[in-house]
């Protein structure tokens, strides 16, 4: 069996930047471990595939080791793929996922993704933050993730993460944040307990990341930047309770892979 697969660099302007998410259209469903083993075989961060399904789409998204609930960088690759490769003319995509309808709107050259915002509750910090962390932030928060805060952008890009403690805390994502030199903030993304060390751009983390920087700036729209190795550039926006993540996608690769269902 052969499938279509793109790899899209996610949250840039330039090949070779933001986060590169491979996209598989299907059909129908393959079987859980074969879309898995499909994803380790990639060993990108994200692994995105989708259905048709009654008008929209179905949508699901794999690390190489794990199936997660919400995946920003993936969804747009996914988007960019279907407008700029498979044709598709509207300029809205609505997505069906573990996370609810999930819509993405083309404007101009951006795609906006509309996402949840997830109310945060403050949290300590505790020695294994803090030892995961290789440093102390001041303030902490809990949503799906953890977010971090620290009071420079210089202590965010200086952090050398020990992933093994940092994989005990009790958090899909550890969100690293602080105020940005030349935009309204920046971050990093650890994720050991899904199998990435460091995410390059985490576009979910900015369902975390929007409703902090909202309250603490007083501004609903805000531009990011992720300061990972690859880097990312985001525009954001807090719509109530929701998240607009703004940013470009380029296409990296468009090729076909060879599978058997029983992932032989």
Partial sequence: MELPIYQVDAFTSRIFGGNPAAVIPLEAWLDDDLLQSIAAENNLSETAF????????????????????????ATLATAHVLFAELGIRSDTLTFDSASGVLKVERVSDQLILD??????????????????LGATPCEAHKTRDLLAVFESQDQVAALAPNFAQLA?????????????????????????????????????????????????????????RQISARGGELSVELRGDRVLIGGQAQLYLRGSIRVSEEGE
């Fill in 115 to 132: 996402f949840p915002a997830y109310e945060l509750t403050p949290s300590n910090v505790d020695e294994t933050l803090r030892l995961g």
């Fill in 168 to 224: 005990q805390v009790e958090a899909l994502v550890v969100i690293a944040t602080a105020p940005g030199d030349d935009c309204d903030f920046v971050s990093r993304c650890f994720a050991p307990r899904g199998g990435i060390d460091e995410d390059p751009v985490t576009g979910s983390a900015h369902c975390t990341l929007t409703p902090y920087w909202a309250q603490r700036l007083g501004k609903t729209t805000m531009q990011a």
């Fill in 50 to 73: 989708f259905v048709p399904t009654s008008g929209l789409f179905h949508l699901r998204w794999f690390t190489p080791t794990v199936e997660v609930d919400l995946c920003g960088h």
